[in-house]
Nanobody, 114 residues
């Protein structure tokens, strides 16, 4: 299992931007996949974005064109650049690595006011 630490959340107004960071305790270079998930109050946790080892990315339809996931293997860090934020993006955002068992960070709160 891998330790993951997220940061960068906060309270912003609709239309503003935030960048989340996730630092891993180990080398991420060989990891097949890393991702960001989010969970809003009363809702199930959902996938936001994945980044694969070869750099390919996958996004939830609700964030396509607004969010960008990236990775810096030298810093063992992945990022989530969020632009044009909407109130419905309000959630706790979690970093994820599909180890066995799965590795999750502690989460970082993102709140978008209208």
């Amino acid at each position: 299992q891998m330790q993951l630490v997220e940061s960068g959340g906060g309270l912003v107004q609709a239309g503003e931007s935030l960048r989340l960071s996730c630092v891993a305790s180990g080398n991420i270079f060989s990891l097949y996949l890393m991702g960001w998930y989010r969970q809003a109050p009363g809702k199930q946790r959902e996938m936001v974005a994945h980044i694969l080892r070869d750099g390919d990315t996958q996004y939830a339809d609700s964030v396509k064109g607004r969010f960008t996931i990236s990775r810096d293997n030298g810093k063992n860090t992945i990022y989530l650049q969020m632009t044009s934020l909407k109130p419905e993006d309000t959630a706790v955002y979690y970093c994820y690595v599909p180890t066995a068992p799965p590795s999750w960070g502690q989460g970082t709160q993102v709140t978008v006011s209208s």
